[in-house]
């Protein structure tokens, strides 16, 4: 807790109070999508493929049918045929056809775990024995795993109908390549060639999974008037009502989504896996309808983030001035086509003034589970490589590698990643800090080595609508369509609160469902607090508006004359003797002067500012195991500016130890018959509370002009930075480079070992 | 297979249920009992979402028959508060915004209880050790971690006054 407290001229912006949904979810209240319940609910169960790669000749379901209990059952040719058609997801785009075979299986499974038929019955236990009722014969062909056998002509291919898009000509063949993308600056070859110190590898990582402990789940019910009701667990109930809709081929309006809480979501929860599903059996059946996934099933059939293999060249000048940098990605994105190297290419160089640079970028589909967004989806990977070679630089050159980094960085002015310039970024102001930080001059013990990487993420804008009211006493009421997944009910009541100059807890926070609010995009893209903080902020702000104008017919005075402050509306007409009218009056009569208070607000606003972080890391490793401790840990950002301190910090430290098990443990590992081999919590490892140390946070502020409190997006960057700054500081403990992840005590010992 | 009947107590009164004989306690005490605060995560004892305490004891809930409740004694997040008067862990999980999504925090909030009944001045690192068998995917434990010692802190105090 080092943060600034509130600042001068806020009284609640930048504070710490409890969250308005915190004594419900500490006291086991709050309804979670496995907790929902419906009556006169069936319980779902889906049958998934065992095979990595099969065709389905032939479903047999009428020996689970006659089992008493059955209701329902469904398989492919339940799904309409769909059109291509292209559909966003927030921080994901993809085809809708490859969001419903994400759903079931078409003709074809492309991974171990594919769904391949689903159940509804009266009892969990019966629609568990009706699956293994169903008869499916397949046939089975030979899979790809491996990114680089994948890209081999006569690999076994995944979808016969898929040429790479970006190449041209365009090829007359299909491949394992969706996607070919590129963007080059000056003369690399020649810029190389004058450099001082040039730093060469092969980086990879394997695929790794968001790791949310709530698994997913959701209950549907659709009636035979085509109107029908999902309660789930998601990042945008807006996403989920066009996904369903569009996969069915039904009516948005037909479907009113209720989010409930949510247990975690990264991003992951940005699409629909079962809702679909679930609908068919529903109508199907005449019934509402849970589906729930295992743990087990979370791990095989949802989406992970992709692996990858990375050629980087790069290299300075004697006084570490970066030249230029030759970047070669290739992003496992699973069974369908997906957003993968599309973002490595504008998270990747962009945080430098390179002299020029060619980027070349693949995506490769294998047969994995189909990629989604995970924190800052795809920018990790990369950052990685880039960090890593930025760091074996300044360690060739004898320079100090914050030092490079700040001869390097880009400034307010610089050319933007996606076109125009860059505003007010706070990337120097970062390093400086980290400079400064008494953890970058610590001593260190032996065996220890430190760590430092920068990173820079996107961050998002878009749609958001937001209402507020007043109830007839003066309290306020706030209801987004951004659902809460780590305090934002409390960040939103605080920026109404602040705008309004009442106290925070006389402004309560709902989470409403896609029929009773418009639309908002999805809680991601570390959007939610900058763009539906900005409708909320926007609607409260004619929410005074209204006051005001009430408060002068009351008095009889021009509303010129009224000003509000300090939650009261003030006369400012010398006759009226500075008259003030709290709010509560003003709502106490809103009725008897021109009905109920209320204003939404629709926003969509893209003046977001990217945002950046450098973390510091102290590692120790065991020469004799090649275990990593993490000793100490330091993550500086630019915020912007904190709406709630607690909860900025709290997505920092999380971001951070994501990053810091993707860097040390976390793997997706597929057995030989390409099935997934650690698909639990026990051997897909995932940091616990023993493993680390406390996550110093320092918020650098340097508020986004273009919002009104100045926040820029919290949440994501913080998961970029650490695979390279632990790599980087497992590898100066170790005396040795290790370009591959995760870096587990094998690896490293193996590397110890090999350099003698 | 015959379904069991089983008597037992949960947060103080007696509670009473049919299950399957392979049911888990944790499916009896969502499903049967209608108390879903203690949560599933991975059903095979490696997330710590379900933490109770079984005759005073911390258990993963999924690793224990529903029938196995017979005659004991459980104690789930629901029994924590004393009434309408959080229990200082849960306030203090509150106070230092020690959840995010809050998924894990019942199980969190339960391991807590059974660490500070056992061990009223625990040092980081036993902390540390203690809660290794809860996942939490959001904070990265480091307000967890304070708000635990938090707690024992103001628990001793008020020992200390009482």
């Known amino acids: 807790m080092n943060a600034p407290e509130a600042k001068s001229g806020f009284r609640h912006v930048g504070t710490r109070p409890v969250r308005p949904d915190g004594i419900d979810k500490v006291t086991g209240k709050a309804i979670y999508s496995p907790d929902f319940v419906a009556p006169g609910m069936l319980q779902g169960a889906i049958l998934r493929s065992p095979h990595p790669h099969a065709r389905i000749r032939s479903i047999d379901t009428s020996k689970a049918e006659a089992l008493p209990g059955v209701k329902a059952i469904v398989t492919a040719d339940d799904f309409p045929t769909l059109k291509s058609l292209m559909v966003t997801m927030g921080e994901s785009a993809g085809n809708i056809i490859h969001v419903s075979r994400k759903c079931m299986a078409q003709g074809k499974v492309l991974y171990d775990g594919h769904a391949v038929a689903a159940v509804a019955a009266t009892s969990a236990v019966i629609a568990a024995e009706a699956l293994k009722l169903i008869e499916v014969d397949y046939e089975v062909l030979p899979h790809v795993i491996d990114i680089d056998e994948a890209m081999q002509p006569d690999a076994p291919l995944l979808h016969e109908d898929m040429v790479t898009e970006g190449v041209q000509p365009r090829p007359d063949k299909p491949s394992n390549i969706p996607t070919y993308v590129s963007k080059t600056k000056g003369d690399v070859a020649e810029a190389l060639g004058r450099a001082a110190a040039v730093v060469e590898g092969r980086y990879s990582m394997p695929m790794v999974h968001q790791g949310y402990i709530e698994p997913h789940a959701c209950v549907a019910s659709w009636n035979a008037d085509g109107q029908a009701n999902i309660w789930c667990s998601t990042q945008g109930a807006f996403v989920v009502r066009m996904l369903t809709a569009s996969v069915l081929g039904i009516s948005q309006a037909d479907i009113r989504v209720t989010p409930l809480e949510i247990g975690g979501g990264f991003g992951g929860k940005t699409t629909v896996y079962l809702e679909p599903v679930a609908m068919l059996l529903s109508r199907k059946s005449g019934r509402p309808v849970r589906l729930a996934m295992t743990r087990e099933e979370v791990f095989r059939a949802s989406g992970p983030a992709p692996g990858v293999q990375i050629d980087f060249k790069i290299g300075a000048t004697a006084d570490g001035y970066l030249l230029g940098a030759d970047l070669s990605m290739k992003y496992n994105v699973g069974a369908f086509p997906g957003n993968g190297v599309q973002v490595g290419l504008i998270t990747a160089l962009y945080h430098y003034r390179f002299e020029s640079f060619a980027m070349h970028g693949w995506n490769v589909v294998t047969n994995m589970p189909g990629i989604h967004a995970y924190r800052a989806p795809c920018a990790p990977q990369v950052n990685f490589a880039v960090e890593s070679a930025i760091d074996e630089l300044a360690y060739k050159l004898g320079i100090d590698p914050i030092e490079l980094r700040l001869k390097n960085a880009v400034v307010p002015g610089d050319p933007g990643f996606t076109g125009g310039t860059l505003g007010e970024i706070g990337f120097v102001e970062c390093l400086e800090a980290a400079k400064a930080h008494p953890h970058y001059s610590a001593p260190l013990g032996p065996n220890q080595g430190r760590g430092v990487a920068a990173s820079y993420w996107i961050n998002a804008g878009g749609p958001s609508v937001a209402a507020v009211s007043l109830a007839e006493d003066g309290s306020v009421l706030v209801t987004t369509g951004s659902p809460d997944i780590g305090g934002s009910r409390a960040s939103m009541a605080i920026m109404a609160a602040e705008t309004l100059c009442i106290p925070y807890e006389k402004v309560r926070v709902t989470i409403a469902d896609t029929s009773a609010i418009g639309f908002s995009m999805v809680t991601g893209g570390s959007r939610t607090t900058y763009a539906t903080g900005k409708a909320v902020i926007e609607a409260a702000e004619t929410i005074i508006s209204i006051m005001k104008a009430r408060a002068a017919g009351m008095w009889g005075v021009d509303v010129a004359d009224v000003a509000w402050g300090d939650g009261e509306a003030i006369c400012l007409d010398p006759a009226k003797d500075n008259q003030r009218l709290p709010i509560g009056k003003i709502a106490a009569r809103m009725n008897n002067t021109g009905g109920p208070i209320s204003a939404e607000a629709s926003v969509n606003p893209h003046d977001y500012l990217p945002a950046f972080g450098v973390h510091i890391c102290d590692s120790e490793v065991d020469p004799e195991t090649g275990q990593t401790t993490i000793v100490r840990y330091t993550a500086i950002q630019d915020v912007g500016r904190a709406i709630h301190a607690d909860y900025c910090e709290g997505q920092i430290q999380g971001g951070a130890v994501q990053g810091i098990g993707w860097a040390l443990n976390e793997a997706f590992i597929h057995d030989k018959a390409g099935r997934l081999d650690n698909p639990g919590f026990l051997d897909y490892r995932v940091p616990v509370c023993s493993d680390l140390p406390m996550i110093d946070t320092v918020m650098v502020e340097k508020p986004n002009p273009a919002h009104p409190f100045g926040v820029k997006g919290v949440g994501e960057v913080p998961i970029v930075p650490p695979l390279a700054t632990v790599a980087n500081a497992v590898s100066r403990a170790a005396g040795v480079r290790i370009r591959d992840l995760p870096l587990s005590p094998d690896r490293v010992y193996s590397a110890i070992k090999s350099k003698g | ?162």
């Open chain 2, 1 to 162: 297979m015959t379904k069991q009947f089983v008597t037992t107590t949960v947060n103080g009164d007696t509670a009473e249920f049919i299950c399957e004989p392979g049911e888990s306690l944790l499916d009896a005490l969502r499903g049967r009992l209608q108390l879903t605060g203690s949560k599933e995560g991975c059903g095979s004892g490696d997330c710590g979402a379900c933490t109770i305490l079984l005759d005073g004891e911390m258990v993963c809930s999924c690793l224990v028959f529903a029938a196995e409740a017979e005659g004991r004694v459980i104690e789930t997040v629901e029994g924590m508060a004393d009434g309408s008067v959080l229990h200082p862990v849960q306030r203090k999980f509150l106070e230092h915004a020690a959840l995010q999504c809050g998924f894990c925090t019942p199980g969190f909030l339960v391991a807590t209880k059974a660490l500070l009944d056992h061990n009223p001045d625990p040092s980081e690192h036993e902390i540390r050790y203690w809660l290794a068998g809860n996942l939490c995917r959001c904070t990265g434990y480091d307000k967890i971690v304070r708000a635990v010692q938090d707690t024992a802190r103001e628990m001793r105090n008020e020992r200390k006054t009482a």
